[in-house]
């Protein structure tokens, strides 16, 4: 419950810190029942790492699909294409608060998404285009 909680409300970064929680749970419960064999800090943190690095990529590639499907009319592939008007997402200046905005509402010749994504598919295609170079 409290991770459907957490992750519907907060899109995927909801869900980082909902398997953070789950994951510091399960090394308290490691450690109470295997003390012949701890794990160490170190170990606990590379394996932390190794998860969220799992995740984020997860969330980056579900961002890079949206995108695919919904924005590569205009803005292409790599983000320069500049079809209807288009701008160069590879030159905004804009942050992730911002482009989030002008997904959902929309601006100028730019349709609005609000209406056919999530806001979590929103802050994924954003945050994949935000990688683009
Ligand atoms: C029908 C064409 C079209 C589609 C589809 C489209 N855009 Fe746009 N986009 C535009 C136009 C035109 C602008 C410039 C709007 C203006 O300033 O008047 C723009 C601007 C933007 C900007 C602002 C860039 C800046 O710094 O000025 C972002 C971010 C953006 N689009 C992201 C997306 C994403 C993400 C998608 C897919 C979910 C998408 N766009 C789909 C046409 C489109």
Known sequence: MKYCFLSSHFGWLGSLAASALLLSCSSVDTKRTESAAPT???SMGAAQSAIMNTLENDALAAGKALYQQNCTVCHGNNGK???NGAHDLTKSNLT???R???VKNGLGKMPAFKA???????EQVVTYSMTLR
């Open 100 to 102: 989030v905005y002008i």
């Open 40 to 42: 160490t800090e170190s």
């Open 96 to 98: 992730i608060t911002g």
């Open 116 to 122: 056919t994504l999530t806001d979590e598919e929103i």
């Open 81 to 83: 294409l500049g079809a």
